[in-house]
């Protein structure tokens, strides 16, 4: 089976499964989509989504975050992961808007990727779920699940973004970037995963995970690191 015929038998099940999937954080136009992503890196959706309606009832545009002090947003996104850092690029990044871009956010992976705190992956999201540019976000969870079904080396998120963008149809990234996060979530997690349960891992996984999903075996870290293992031995 080649790689695109298996990526084929995935999207299958993905829309079956996915057919329309939310976008998992709350936010009420490009620029609060870009300041929740932005908060999302290291940590979880819930805990984004718990802080989010609260500021951006507050501030939903540059202008209002800017009257906002750094010391501010902190407060109110205390819960989430790095927050001292992520309000400061908050703040940092709507200043700049109003400077640099008449207030608007930009619609260039470019001009984004300028932007305190947007990496590619945020920058990504941003053009394909605010603007419906095609592009394919990779976070962890995207990450893992390439990697478990042979779609990717899985060395780095750059190269795992390019293997997929090979076997994926562009007309299919924007949906399938959500699709791939839920089944990530819900059915392929990247601890005491019950292979032999996965749908997609037991028909599609790797060889050395589908033979663990016929084992019925339980993929926590020490079983990755068991067939991480086994893969180097082959290929010396």
């Keep these: 089976m080649t790689k695109k015929e298996k990526a084929a038998g995935i999207l299958e099940i993905l829309e079956r499964l996915y057919p329309d999937p939310p976008i998992p954080l709350y936010h009420t136009n490009a620029y609060t989509m870009c300041i929740a992503v932005l908060l ?5 959706d819930k805990s984004v989504n718990g802080a989010t309606p609260t500021l ?3 501030a939903d545009n540059p202008a209002a975050m800017v009257k906002l002090s750094p010391e501010r947003i902190q407060e109110i996104i205390r819960s989430v ?6 309000s400061r690029n908050v703040w940092n990044l709507s200043r700049i808007l109003l400077e640099k871009h008449g207030g608007k956010l930009p619609r260039t992976m470019e001009d984004l990727e300028e932007l305190p705190g947007v990496g590619h992956k945020t920058a990504s999201v941003v053009m394909c779920q605010a603007y419906g540019v095609p592009a394919f976000p990779v976070d962890t969870h995207i990450h893992r699940l390439a990697e478990r079904w042979g779609l990717s080396t899985g060395k780095n998120v750059e190269k795992t973004e390019e293997d997929l963008k090979a076997v994926f149809p562009r007309e299919k990234w924007i949906k399938l970037h959500l699709q791939l996060i839920y089944y990530g979530r819900e059915h392929c997690p990247a601890r005491n995963h019950d292979l032999s349960r996965c ?3 037991s028909r599609f996984g790797t060889a050395e995970v589908r033979k663990a999903s016929r084992s019925k075996a339980v993929l926590d870290k020490a079983a990755k690191d068991s067939l991480v293992s086994a893969r180097r031995k082959k290929g010396k």
């Design 40 to 44: 999302s890196a290291h940590t979880t």
């Design 81 to 86: 992961g790095l927050s001292a850092t992520k």
């Design 56 to 58: 951006f009832k507050l």
């Design 199 to 201: 749908e997609i891992c």
